[in-house]
C-alpha cells in the first residue's frame, strides 16, 4: 500500500481542529457548582429524563415557571446585505450563536461527573435543600411514587476541589447559615462523608474538621447520631468534593424515592389501627354505661338487690344439699359418714338453715339429728 492512501491517525485531525491545544469540556462537574446528586441502578438516560420532571414540576409550583435567559439576536439586517455576505462570515456567525445557546444556564442541566450510575443536575436555584426537602415532605403525606429510576437524591449547595486548602473555607460558608445561632440555642446533629475515586482524602481528616468549625460557631451545638435535627453530608467524586445540610435526612430514609414512600404509608396503617382500637374501646364503654343505667332500683336512687344472693351463700346452699344426698352412699368408709335414721327429705329442708350455719362456722360435715339422739333428748 502507498503511503498516500495510509490512514492517518486520530492525533493529526485533532490538532487540525484545536491547534494543539487541549480543551476542557463546558459540561463537566466543577468547583462552585449548586444541584441534586442522583445515584440509580443502570439507565442514567431515563434518570436523568425522570428527574428534570420532578424538578421541573415543583420547581415552578414554588418559583414560577423557568423564563427564556437567551439573549435576543438582531434580525434588523437587509435581505440584501445578508445575501452579500461570504461563506465563511455565515459560518462564523453560525458557530458565535451555537456557542452562546450552549453558555446560557439552564434551571437544571445535567453535568458528565465520569462515574457510572452517578448522576449531577447543576441548578441555578439559591437553595436546593429547601426543593429536594419540599419534594421528599410531599412524596411523604401523599404517598405518591414519583421516581422509577432514580434511587436517591442529594442535594449539594457547594462544590470545590477535593484538598483541604479548599475544603474548610467552602464547609465554613456552607455550615454558617444553618450553625451560626443565638445564644443558648443548641442544635443535635451528626456527619456523613462518602469517598468515591479517590485516595487522596481520608474520613478520619474531616470528620473532626466539622466537629471543629461547629464548636467555634455555638459550643452548645452537640454531635448525635440517634437523634439529629441536622446532617452534614460530605460526598467526594474523584476530585470534586460536595458540601450541604439538609434537614430530616433519616425521616426520608437519608433521601430515598423508594423508601419514603413505604415509611409514609406504615406511619398511616399503625395510626389507622390506634384509631379503630381506641373506637372499639368507647364503643366498650358506652355499652357498659349502658348496662349501669338499666340496672332497676327501689325507688330511693338505691339499687334493689333483696331478690339476689351473695355467690358464698349459694355455694354454701350447694354444698349443704350435696353433703346430705351424699351421706347415704354406702361405698366409703361408714365411720366416717354421718347415720341418717328415720328423716325423709323434708325434715332436711326444714332444717336447711340450721346446717348452713354449721357450715359457715367451720364445720365441713354438719351433724344431722338422727331418732336415737332424738330419743335420748326426749328421755
Same mark, same amino acid.
Given at each position: 500500500?502507498?503511503?498516500?492512501k495510509?490512514?492517518? @491517525?486520530?492525533?493529526?485531525?485533532?490538532?487540525?481542529?484545536?491547534?494543539?491545544?487541549?480543551?476542557?469540556?463546558?459540561?463537566?462537574?466543577?468547583?462552585? %457548582?449548586?444541584?441534586? &446528586?442522583?445515584?440509580?441502578?443502570?439507565?442514567?438516560?431515563?434518570?436523568?429524563?425522570? %428527574?428534570y420532571?420532578?424538578?421541573n414540576?415543583y420547581?415552578?409550583?414554588?418559583?414560577?415557571?423557568?423564563?427564556?435567559?437567551?439573549?435576543? /439576536?438582531?434580525?434588523?439586517?437587509?435581505?440584501?446585505?445578508?445575501?452579500?455576505?461570504?461563506?465563511?462570515?455565515? &459560518?462564523?456567525?453560525?458557530?458565535?450563536?451555537?456557542?452562546?445557546?450552549?453558555? /446560557?444556564?439552564?434551571r437544571?442541566?445535567?453535568?458528565?461527573?465520569?462515574?457510572?450510575n452517578?448522576?449531577?443536575?447543576?441548578?441555578?436555584?439559591?437553595?436546593?435543600?429547601?426543593l429536594? =426537602?419540599?419534594?421528599?415532605?410531599?412524596?411523604?403525606?401523599?404517598?405518591?411514587?414519583?421516581?422509577?429510576?432514580?434511587?436517591?437524591?442529594?442535594?449539594?449547595?457547594?462544590?470545590?476541589?477535593?484538598?483541604m486548602?479548599?475544603?474548610?473555607?467552602?464547609?465554613?460558608? !456552607?455550615? /454558617?447559615?444553618?450553625?451560626?445561632?443565638?445564644?443558648? !440555642?443548641?442544635l443535635?446533629?451528626?456527619?456523613?462523608?462518602?469517598?468515591?475515586?479517590?485516595?487522596?482524602?481520608?474520613?478520619i481528616?474531616?470528620?473532626?474538621?466539622?466537629?471543629?468549625?461547629?464548636?467555634?460557631?455555638? @459550643?452548645?451545638?452537640?454531635?448525635? =447520631?440517634?437523634d439529629?435535627?441536622?446532617v452534614?453530608?460530605?460526598?467526594?467524586?474523584?476530585?470534586?468534593?460536595?458540601?450541604?445540610?439538609?434537614k430530616?435526612?433519616?425521616?426520608?430514609?437519608?433521601?430515598?424515592?423508594?423508601?419514603?414512600?413505604k /415509611?409514609?404509608k406504615?406511619?398511616?396503617?399503625?395510626?389507622?389501627?390506634?384509631?379503630k382500637?381506641g373506637?372499639e374501646?368507647?364503643?366498650?364503654?358506652?355499652?357498659?354505661?349502658?348496662?349501669?343505667?338499666?340496672?332497676?332500683?327501689d325507688?330511693?336512687g338505691?339499687?334493689?338487690?333483696?331478690?339476689e344472693?351473695?355467690?358464698?351463700?349459694?355455694k354454701?346452699g350447694?354444698?349443704?344439699?350435696?353433703?346430705?344426698?351424699?351421706?347415704n352412699?354406702?361405698?366409703?368408709? @361408714?365411720?366416717?359418714?354421718?347415720?341418717v !335414721?328415720?328423716?325423709?327429705?323434708?325434715? !332436711?329442708?326444714?332444717?336447711? @338453715?340450721?346446717?348452713?350455719?354449721?357450715? &359457715?362456722?367451720?364445720?365441713?360435715?354438719p351433724?344431722?339429728?338422727?331418732?336415737?339422739?332424738?330419743?335420748?333428748?326426749?328421755?
Open positions: 500500500m502507498s503511503e498516500s495510509r490512514k492517518r @491517525p486520530k492525533s493529526y485531525y485533532k490538532k487540525c481542529a484545536g491547534g494543539g491545544k487541549k480543551f476542557k469540556a463546558v459540561n463537566d462537574l466543577d468547583a462552585g %457548582m449548586k444541584g441534586f &446528586l442522583v445515584t440509580c441502578n443502570k439507565y442514567e438516560r431515563e434518570t436523568v429524563r425522570e %428527574m420532571n420532578i424538578l414540576e420547581a415552578d409550583t414554588l418559583y414560577g415557571p423557568e423564563t427564556a435567559t437567551t439573549e435576543k /439576536t438582531d434580525d434588523s439586517d437587509d435581505s440584501g446585505e445578508e445575501e452579500e455576505e461570504d461563506i465563511e462570515k455565515a &459560518l462564523e456567525k453560525e458557530r458565535s450563536d451555537i456557542l452562546k445557546l450552549a453558555k /446560557t444556564e439552564r437544571f442541566q445535567n453535568t458528565n461527573t465520569k462515574f457510572k452517578l448522576i449531577f443536575i447543576r441548578t441555578a436555584l439559591e437553595d436546593p435543600c429547601g429536594a =426537602h419540599h419534594i421528599f415532605t410531599d412524596m411523604m403525606a401523599t404517598h405518591t411514587q414519583k421516581a422509577r429510576y432514580a434511587q436517591r437524591m442529594i442535594p449539594v449547595d457547594l462544590t470545590c476541589k477535593a484538598n486548602k479548599n475544603i474548610e473555607p467552602a464547609m465554613k460558608v !456552607v455550615l /454558617t447559615p444553618h450553625f451560626q445561632t443565638a445564644f443558648g !440555642v443548641g443535635r446533629y451528626t456527619s456523613v462523608c462518602k469517598i468515591r475515586n479517590n485516595n487522596s482524602i481520608q474520613r481528616a474531616i470528620l473532626p474538621m466539622i466537629g471543629r468549625l461547629v464548636n467555634e460557631m455555638n @459550643p452548645l451545638h452537640r454531635l448525635c =447520631h440517634d439529629s435535627e441536622l452534614v453530608i460530605v460526598e467526594f467524586i474523584r476530585n470534586i468534593c460536595c458540601l450541604s445540610v439538609v430530616d435526612f433519616f425521616t426520608f430514609r437519608k433521601y430515598n424515592f423508594h423508601e419514603v414512600i /415509611t409514609g406504615s406511619e398511616t396503617e399503625g395510626n389507622r389501627d390506634q384509631s382500637s373506637k374501646k368507647s364503643e366498650v364503654m358506652k355499652e357498659n354505661s349502658v348496662d349501669e343505667l338499666n340496672v332497676p332500683d325507688g330511693d338505691r339499687e334493689d338487690i333483696s331478690d344472693k351473695p355467690e358464698s351463700e349459694h354454701i350447694d354444698t349443704a344439699i350435696s353433703n346430705l344426698v351424699d351421706v352412699d354406702k361405698t366409703g368408709d @361408714p365411720e366416717s359418714q354421718p347415720v !335414721v328415720g328423716i325423709d327429705r323434708k325434715d !332436711v329442708e326444714n332444717d336447711r @338453715p340450721a346446717i348452713e350455719q354449721q357450715l &359457715l362456722d367451720g364445720n365441713s360435715n351433724a344431722v339429728v338422727t331418732t336415737e339422739s332424738a330419743d335420748a333428748d326426749v328421755s
